[in-house]
């Protein structure tokens, strides 16, 4: 985006108007992520006792497998649409390389 405006600005294209253009299209692409942080950050920790029963959940590790597996299975019902859309996203880069192939 930057690399564009200032393509253009050494193009001949006037200073004010291209940096004002590259900002408001900053802006647009970078809003929903800035949105996500402040949302995050006026999320509520949890409590101690809420803590303490993760704590308890997360010392087993047959209990740990099935609380994984139940939130797999609930992903759809705990997370927001934008949430499950990037978290599908994301987890594709955790996917196994594909095989290259042989000429």
Do not use: C, H
């Not at 949430?83 to 390389?97: C, E, H, L, N, V």
């Amino acid at each position: 985006m930057l690399a564009e405006s200032l393509g253009a600005w050494f193009d001949g294209a006037d200073w004010d108007a291209t940096m004002s253009a590259f900002q408001q299209r900053r802006d647009e692409a970078m809003k929903p992520i800035y949105d996500a942080t402040l949302d995050f950050t006026r999320m509520r920790d949890i409590g101690p006792a809420e803590q303490n029963i993760l704590k308890a959940v997360f010392l087993s590790p047959s209990t740990t497998r099935a609380v994984a597996y139940g939130i797999v299975a609930q992903l759809a019902n705990l997370l927001p649409p934008a949430d499950q859309g990037r978290t599908a996203y994301i987890s594709r880069m955790f996917a196994p390389a594909a095989e290259p192939t042989k000429a």
